[in-house]
Structures are given as structure tokens and as C-alpha cells.
């Protein structure tokens, strides 16, 4: 405890002193996102719901238009190059590989995850027994991608 003299009248002072390693045992953050998140109050289902929408709605604009940046870039140089005579595409030749991987990648998806329809199950479950989150996480991804 720390005392001192402040306009002539003595202020204690308590300091407490966090111990972020107990913290990081004790497990705060399952403490703060439940796995029911119904159980808490409307007010934080809304927040969790809205900062995590808006995280993630800010990610993907990010994200996403480096994304769109690249494969519009390199569609346009290549554009450019066949137009100019430096390259000739073949187009239907593109579109025929195009289709063939598609399938290959496909085929390597369901073989990878074959339990992927279970993850979206899971999904809608969450969203239908916590429809305040969802409707918050929603909101933040709106704003996330406005912002």
C-alpha cells in the first residue's frame, strides 16, 4: 500500500498486482467466450457477436482485395500481352483444364475433409441456439467490410 500527501490530507492507495501467468492458466479467454454463450446477457452476446463480425469482416475486405488485386492484375498483363502479340491463349484449351482441375480438387477436398458437411452442421446448429450472436457477428461483418 502506498500513501501519500495530496492538499495537505493523507490518500491510501492500493495497487493490485495482475499475474498474467496465473491468468493464462486460470484460462480467461474460456472464462470470457463460453461455449453456451447463451447463458450470458443479451448485451455481450451482442458484442462478442459484433466485435468478432467485425474482425472478420475487416479481415476479408483486406484479404480479399489483395486477393482481387493479384488475379486482376495478372488477368490484365496477360490481356495486355495477348493483345499485343506477345502470348496467344488458347481459351478453350484454358477452359478445358480449368474444368478438369476443378474436378481433381474436388475429389482431393472430399478425401481431405470428408466430414466437412458435419463442420457446417455444426455451424447451423451454433447459429440457430445462439441467434443473438449471429445476428451481432453479422452486423460487425457489415461494418467490418464498410470499414
Known amino acids: 500500500m502506498a500513501e501519500r500527501r ?3 490530507e493523507e490518500r491510501d492507495e492500493g495497487f493490485e498486482i495482475l499475474d498474467l501467468a496465473e ?3 486460470r484460462g480467461w479467454l474460456k472464462d470470457m467466450f463460453p461455449k453456451d454463450l447463451s447463458a450470458k446477457s443479451v448485451g455481450t452476446q451482442i458484442a462478442v457477436g459484433g466485435v468478432s ?3 472478420a469482416g475487416y479481415l ?3 484479404v480479399g482485395k489483395l486477393a482481387a488485386t493479384a488475379v486482376g492484375g ?3 498483363l496477360l490481356q495486355i500481352a495477348d493483345h499485343a502479340g506477345y502470348v496467344k491463349i488458347n ?3 484454358v477452359e478445358k483444364d480449368m474444368e478438369k482441375y476443378k474436378k481433381e480438387i474436388h475429389k482431393q477436398a472430399e478425401r481431405a475433409y470428408p466430414d466437412i458437411a458435419g463442420v457446417f452442421q455444426q455451424a447451423k446448429t451454433f447459429m440457430q441456439q445462439n441467434m443473438v450472436v449471429a445476428g451481432g457477428f453479422a452486423g460487425g461483418f457489415l ?3 464498410a470499414s
Open 60 to 62: 476479408f475486405q483486406k
Open 6 to 8: 495530496q492538499n495537505g
Open 74 to 76: 495478372g488477368f490484365l
Open 143 to 145: 461494418i467490418g467490410l
Open 91 to 93: 481459351w478453350k484449351r
Open 23 to 25: 491468468a493464462r492458466r
Open 53 to 55: 463480425g467485425w474482425v
